[in-house]
């Protein structure tokens, strides 16, 4: 039966797509709205009780699935992991203390420039979103060229500087 | 999530924010950082010639708990000597602040700034 093997499937099989880093981000957001309309909950309503509780974890994997493969992080993340490489952000704390230092800096400007009532402040507002911007975007592309090397400690190391930078990127 | 009134308290009115001279010889400066929630704390003590904690100041960034645990960390610190210092545990922190389960890490990561300033003042202070 269908359900049964998608409800096997890993995320990528889910959505039709190549387990790669980098991936085609507007199949995934096809593939989820066909899933989802096709395996709604609603859908199954006069279905018998272990169809209808398939249904309902199925319907729960293609949300986790897509919300996992949507971010750069989360996605980096499971894509380590099938390769039973198992990050673990919460209980892995060591990060270099010069990258600590930046990040810090980069507070202390958002700080400065939330004081700030010159006419600039948009204009360095912008900027310094650019600047992380920038800096996200570099570490995904580092980030897929990893895995394509198979740098895994570089990826682990990378993925909780995006950490760190997705953190930043709510503060403005 | 609810934060105990001791969190508030000290979120609100933190105690000790600010910096410490980073290149003077009685200050030993922690920076640590939580990759699973972004936080990032600076500790800094500031030790006298009895190797007696006189001066403890903070900065973080980072959620209610992380601010607390840090503020409620400087007022513990003050006239601690470094090996008293070196001992507080994450623990009596979380304890303190009444902190729920997924925001122990917050005083995980206190007690790691502690340990990064006293080793950073000690290497400091040996090179001397």
């Known amino acids: 039966m269908q359900i049964n093997t998608l409800l096997h499937n890993n995320h990528f099989e889910l959505f039709d797509l190549q387990p790669n880093y980098t991936i085609d981000q507007s199949k995934l957001h096809s593939q989820y709205l066909i899933l989802q309309k096709k395996y709604h909950p609603d859908k199954y309503i006069n279905y018998n009780e272990e169809v209808r509780s398939s249904i309902l974890t199925l319907s729960s994997k293609i949300n986790q699935g897509h919300n996992t493969l949507k971010s750069p992080l989360l996605r980096g993340i499971y894509l380590l992991s099938l390769h039973d490489i198992n990050l673990d952000l919460s209980i892995n704390t060591q990060t270099s203390p010069d990258f600590l230092i930046t990040q810090m800096e980069f507070y202390e400007k958002i700080e400065s420039l939330k004081m700030d009532n010159s006419i600039d402040k948009i204009n360095n507002t912008l900027l310094l979103k650019t600047e992380l911007s920038t800096l996200i975007n570099n570490t995904i592309i580092n980030i897929n060229t990893a895995f394509i090397d198979k740098n895994y400690p570089f990826i682990e190391n990378a993925l909780k500087e995006l950490s760190f930078y997705e953190k930043l990127s709510t503060n403005f | 999530m609810a934060y105990s009134e001791k969190v508030i308290e000290h979120y609100e009115n933190p105690k000790n924010v600010g910096t410490l001279d980073k290149s003077s010889s009685r200050v030993g400066t922690g920076l640590v950082g939580a990759p699973a929630c972004g936080d990032v704390m600076k500790l800094q003590i500031q030790v006298n010639d009895q190797g007696i904690i006189e001066d403890a100041k903070f900065k973080t960034y980072g959620c209610g708990s992380a601010i607390a645990s840090s503020s409620l960390v400087t007022e513990i ?42 080793t950073d003042y000690r290497q400091k202070n040996q090179q001397l």
């Open chain 2, 77 to 118: 610190l003050k006239g601690k000597t470094l090996d008293e210092a070196a001992s507080i545990r994450n623990q009596s922190i979380a304890d303190e602040l009444a902190l729920p389960p997924v925001k122990i890490h917050c005083s995980v990561l206190a007690e790691d700034a502690i340990k990064a300033a006293i």
